[in-house]
């Protein structure tokens, strides 16, 4: 949480990636999908902030990226 709390979309993507990989070899505890969920929408807010106006990343396909794309 620290690392989310510095607000660097770095650290951010850093714990991101750390809980996708822990999520491979177990099941996530309880505190941990909710660290997971908090990182992944605030790497998306940054994105879709980041990228506003551009045509590389669209909203739906950056939901679609973060899994959080649940009307298909």
């Given at each position: 949480?620290?690392?989310?709390?510095?607000?660097?979309?770095?650290?951010?993507?850093e714990v991101l990636?750390?809980?996708?990989?822990?999520?491979?070899?177990?099941?996530?505890?309880?505190?941990?999908?909710?660290?997971?969920?908090?990182?992944?929408?605030?790497?998306?807010?940054?994105?879709?902030?980041?990228?506003k106006g551009n045509?590389?990343?669209?909203?739906?396909?950056?939901?679609?990226?973060?899994?959080?794309?649940?009307?298909?």
């Amino acid at each position: 949480m620290e690392k989310i709390k510095t607000g660097s979309v770095y650290e951010i993507a850093e714990v991101l990636r750390d809980l996708f990989v822990l999520k491979v070899d177990k099941e996530l505890s309880f505190g941990e999908r909710k660290m997971l969920d908090t990182a992944r929408t605030l790497l998306f807010k940054e994105l879709s902030l980041a990228t506003k106006g551009n045509d590389l990343f669209q909203e739906p396909e950056l939901k679609e990226i973060f899994g959080l794309d649940t009307a298909k």
